[in-house]
Every structure is written in structure tokens, then in C-alpha cells.
């Protein structure tokens, strides 16, 4: 294993923070904790119940050794767990702890423990410094860096949450050898989305190394991640709250989130969701006229050869319809969308009419 | 009555707001709001039964009149229902009136509704606008300026929270003529905190108006509600999410959160609370020998003539100790203490060991 080394400092001024990238860095943690928040104390271990069998003891066996005092919370896994009820777990026993409010709570896991754990740390004493160590790739390459934190409404998924930048995001890529490869599968279609937005390259680099993405490669995952980094880090520097260009990072969200909230979090992972909805956008943005023809059979391609799904599921419209409507990048009654005017080229379109959806849904 | 005018702007610059305060403003909010966020669109009032058939149809037919499509949350009248489920039934109300994140929800209320309100208002779609109708004497000289929004978690009071400045605090003495003459007292008790701790020129201000205030005088209670909300706002301004002096506004409030805490927040307003904290923080500082002997004495003599209680419950010093060791004014194992110098001089004491606590508790 090499020991390649990668920082990027995302630049958010007072809340500036490093995200570092290392084969084998889970268990350095302690150094970098300690130069972050001070002298070791208290601090919390937010984990799930099939992250923490495998790296929990190791983390915090290292931060003992530095003399730290570890607590755990330990959550169910899985996106229909990400709601209030436990996320009121982790603020549980962050009480329990006695976390002071310079007391770090670290996430060690995937995009629901991250943003479950940072919206806990966002709240808690009205805010505690919080790190980020992510797990599964869809974590390393997206939703551990930005600041993004939320937990599920019944009724629409992120609706609730802040905010709120990590102190810092520390990135193991060979802890990606225990993933499963369908997670693996569904983490390159959010890093594949940074080469449809903006880096039309960056899509060709990810085709041409697909096989030793998939073979869990450590070199070319580190380099993955750290373009995917870079990319977002670029995004929420300029657009920390999601005032403008942010919003571009949500391609095939808008219906990616009605497809896993009309399956009830249960029939698809996060990326596999955007993975269809950015085909549908795609179709979307050929029909209005926006992109080439051939660009959704591009992107199919692609998914196709990455192995995530390309197959709309069927729903009536009006269940479409009203699954985006409650979707929270709605501005007043009309949907936003994220369309494409091309491989590479993403815009924000305010005005597509609901009978432009209904005819695309009936397309499929 | 007369048509005092007063206003102050908070300048916390790009979330700068102002703080309006007028006899009679009630029905005049939509204007304002208009001017805040926009055209008239959704908005939500959250209230609380005591005061929702007191004021809740006037705001509602004056912003409905103006062409806001008004939404209504009533939520149960008390600090005993500060709670997580509480706090989730706004962000239910806030789903079903399908607001976007440029409609802004309006606190009708007591302390409690809005730091509630603030709260939800922070987190729904990671933070919509939001506007302060403080309808008591406390929220209107104290909680509802500075952006401090919470709730209570079983073992911790405001230990779940946000720093989430308002758009607009608009302020209509008039309101608490139909104030229970305990909460009037209650909320003087705040008032009278900023004369403790940095202007006893205001302190005897308010010993000369006593009568007045407690006979609703409205203009008098316009003066003492601004130059409360003149205090307030130049400390959030000076330190918004409390590194250093705005701890100072919690004199009184480290002995007063045990009190509520201990008796289940149900036998002390929380200005009640925080009279006999700052009874004890008196002592304290005089027994450490920081504040000159008399300075308990004069304090005791003031609350008395206001007629909020002095007489600090009798509980075992490792309950009292208990009840603190969870207050999140705490660095690491530390407590820390709003000390007096004197009238009109606080400090904070960093270094008071719990001996000192377990003889100050032994002295009543």
C-alpha cells in the first residue's frame, strides 16, 4: 500500500477546515483532533451497527492512547433510520457524556451517520466542534464535506437540519475495501455528477479507470476522491448556503428524492436514486430543447458499464408530482430543476411546468 | 394612549434587524413583513393556547388582509412542554403549510414559543425567516432579541438549540395588559439584570417606576423595554454566540436553570428562577469576597419590592451540584459563575471550586 498523502483546505474563512485524504490515516486521528480542539478531554464516537464491528475499536483504541476519553453512540443503519427519533440518540448521549461545548463528536460511517451526527453537533449546546470520518464513498466524495446536516421528515427527506461545517474531514480510502460493491457502485454515480455538472474530463478519467475503482485500487480512489473534493469544495466556497450555483450539485435529486421517498428509503441507495433521476433530467433537458440529442443515452451508458440502475420506476404522475412538491428546493410553488446543457454543463431551470413533468414521467 | 414610537437596529450586519416598538403595532406587522421577505405568500403563526384567544384572530385578519395565506400552530402554554415532541409539531405545521425557504413563520408569544419557533425556524428546510411577537414582558426585554432559540432536553435546560437571529422583532406593550401580574414581575426581574450587571443608573430607573410599570403603565413600559432591548443588542452585538461577555446576561441564570431543573419547571417562572440565582450569585460574591457586604442585601430589598421571591428552595448540595454540572455555560469540567464587583459590575469567575458552592448552598 502506498502512502499518498492529499490535503485540501476548504476555504470558508472563520470556518476553514482541511480535508485529508491517506491510504491507512483512521488511525491517526489523535494528532490532528488535538491540534483542532485543544488538549484531549471528553469527546464522542457516532457510529452505526455495521461501521462500528469494524473500525470502532481501532479509533478508539488510538485516541485512548492519546488520552482521550471516548464515549459511543451506536445507531441502526440505514436511511430509514435517519429521523428524529434517532437523531434525539445521539443528542442523548451527548448528554450522557457530558460533552462541554468544546468537546468534539466524531461521525465514523456514511452520509446518514455524517449527517445525522452533524446536525446532533450543529444543536447540541447550540454547537460543538464535529469531525467528519467517512466510510462509505458516496461519504468521502459528497456528503462529509459542505456542511450539509439533516435528518428526514416523514414527509420529505432533509427537511430538517442546519448548516453546519466540520472542523475537519478525515478520509481513509482503504476503509472502502469492506464496502459492499453495490455501495461502492452507488458512490461513483455522485462522483460521475461532478463530471456532469462542470468537468466533462473528469467523466472520462472515471470511465477509463472504472475497473480499478471497482477493484478498490487505493491509489486511483484517492485521486477519485480528492478530484470529488476539490469539485465540492470549489461549489460551497462559492455558494456556502445554496444561495445560486450550489444548487447545481442537486442533478437528478429533485426526482432522485421523490423515487427513495416513494420506496420508502428501502429499494434504493441514495447515489442509485440520483443515478436514475439524472437520466430523467437528462431526458428532461433533451425534451425542452436544452441538450443534444444523445446525451441521456450518454449518461445511460455510463451507468450502465458503472453498473447502477438506469430504470425508471412507475409511479402514477400525480404521485411524482406531489413527492417533488414537498421537496425542499422548491422556491415558493414552483420546482426547480437541475438541467443539463450538455456533458459537463449544468444550469438551474426556474421555469418547467408541471405538464413538461407529467409528459416526461409518461415517456418512460 | 399615546403612539410612542421606538426603534433600534441590532447591527449584526448581513443579519442585521430591528427591533420595533410601538402601543398598539399588533395589527400593523404586515406591512413590515411585506417590505422583509417580499410579496405576501405562505406564512405560519405559532402561539400557544393562553395567548392564541387573546391575539391570534387580530394578526391573522391584518395579515390576511394583506394577502398572506396564514397557516396556525397552537401549541400547549408552558416551559414543561419546551420539549423535543413539542418542537416537532412545528416542524410538522411548517411541512403541512408546504413553506419554501423564503416564508417566514412568526413566534406569537412568551419566551417559550419563540425559542421554540426560532428553533424550528432555524432547522426547517435549513432555515426559513422568521419574526419575534413577544407578548410578554420577559420575551419583550430580553429572550426574544439576540437569536438564542432552544429547547430543553430531561436533563438540561436549552442544552438543543440554535444561534438564529430573527428578521424583525416587533414589540406591542399594550399586549401585556392582559399579562398575569406574576409574569409582569417575573420579566421586570430581567429587566433589572441589566441594571446588575452593567448600568445602575437604569437599576434605580426602574426602582422609581416600580409603580408604574406594575400598573401597565404603557410609556414607562415602552422606556424600560428599550433600554432593555438597547442592553441586550449591544452585547449580542459585542459577542453573538457567547465566547466571552454575553455569558455575563446569565447572571443569576446558572442557580436559576437548577431551581427550574429541580422543580420540574413547574413551580418557578423562569424569572423567578433566575431572582433567587442572582440572590445567590450576590452572596457568592460577596462571601468570595468580590462584591462589597450590602450587595446581596440591596438586591434582595429590590426583588422584594418588585415582589418576586428571594427565598432559595432547600434541595442537598449534590443535587444543586448535579443540576449545574449539566448546565452548557460549562468549559470542560469547570462551572462558571456571573460574579458582581457590584452593582452594575459583573464579571465571569472561571476558577470558583464546588467547596465554595457546597458553603454558599449550606448558608441559606
Not at 433533451?286 to 444523445?294: C, D, S
Request: aromatic residues 8%.
Amino acid at each position: 500500500m502506498s502512502r499518498q498523502v492529499m490535503n485540501y483546505t476548504v476555504a470558508l474563512g472563520e470556518y476553514a477546515y482541511d480535508i485529508h485524504i491517506e491510504p491507512g490515516c483512521l488511525n491517526r486521528i489523535a494528532g490532528s483532533l488535538g491540534g483542532l480542539v485543544g488538549d484531549p478531554s471528553r469527546c464522542l464516537i457516532v457510529s452505526n451497527t455495521r461501521i462500528a464491528p469494524l473500525y470502532m475499536k481501532q479509533v478508539r483504541a488510538a485516541l485512548e492512547k492519546a488520552g482521550w476519553q471516548v464515549s459511543e453512540c451506536i445507531l441502526p443503519d440505514g436511511e430509514r433510520f435517519k429521523t428524529l427519533e434517532t437523531w434525539s440518540k445521539i443528542l442523548d448521549a451527548l448528554m450522557q457524556a457530558r460533552l462541554s461545548r468544546n468537546e468534539p463528536v466524531i461521525a465514523l460511517g456514511g452520509g446518514v451517520v455524517g449527517d445525522m451526527t452533524g446536525f446532533a453537533a450543529a444543536c447540541y449546546r447550540r454547537g460543538i466542534p464535529f469531525v467528519q470520518m467517512p466510510t462509505t464513498l458516496l461519504a468521502q466524495v459528497d456528503s462529509s464535506v459542505g456542511g450539509k446536516t439533516a435528518i428526514n421528515h416523514p414527509h420529505g427527506k432533509n427537511m430538517i437540519g442546519a448548516f453546519y461545517q466540520p472542523k475537519l474531514v478525515w478520509i481513509d480510502p482503504q476503509v472502502l475495501k469492506t464496502l459492499d460493491v453495490r455501495e461502492l457502485r452507488a458512490g461513483l454515480g455522485e462522483a460521475i455528477k461532478y463530471g456532469l455538472i462542470r468537468d466533462a474530463e473528469f467523466l472520462e478519467w472515471c470511465a477509463s479507470n472504472l475497473e480499478k475503482v471497482l477493484a478498490f485500487n487505493a491509489d486511483v480512489l484517492a485521486t477519485l476522491i480528492h478530484t470529488s473534493c476539490r469539485h465540492k469544495a470549489e461549489i460551497v466556497v462559492a455558494d456556502e448556503t445554496e444561495q445560486g450555483m450550489r444548487a447545481l450539485l442537486n442533478l437528478g435529486h429533485t426526482f432522485g428524492h421523490a423515487i427513495e421517498s416513494m420506496t420508502h428509503y428501502t429499494e434504493y441507495l441514495h447515489g442509485e436514486g440520483v443515478a436514475i433521476g439524472t437520466i430523467m433530467a437528462a431526458r428532461l433537458s433533451e425534451q425542452l430543447g436544452y441538450a443534444p440529442a444523445g446525451t441521456e443515452q450518454h449518461i445511460r451508458d455510463c451507468y450502465l458499464s458503472v453498473g447502477l440502475p438506469v430504470e425508471v420506476p412507475v409511479f402514477p404522475a400525480a404521485a411524482w408530482l406531489d413527492a417533488m412538491g414537498h421537496d425542499k428546493k422548491n422556491v415558493g410553488s414552483r420546482i426547480r430543476y437541475v438541467l443539463l446543457r450538455g456533458i459537463g454543463d449544468a444550469f438551474i431551470a426556474e421555469d418547467v411546468q408541471p405538464e413538461a413533468i407529467e409528459a416526461l414521467i409518461a415517456s418512460f
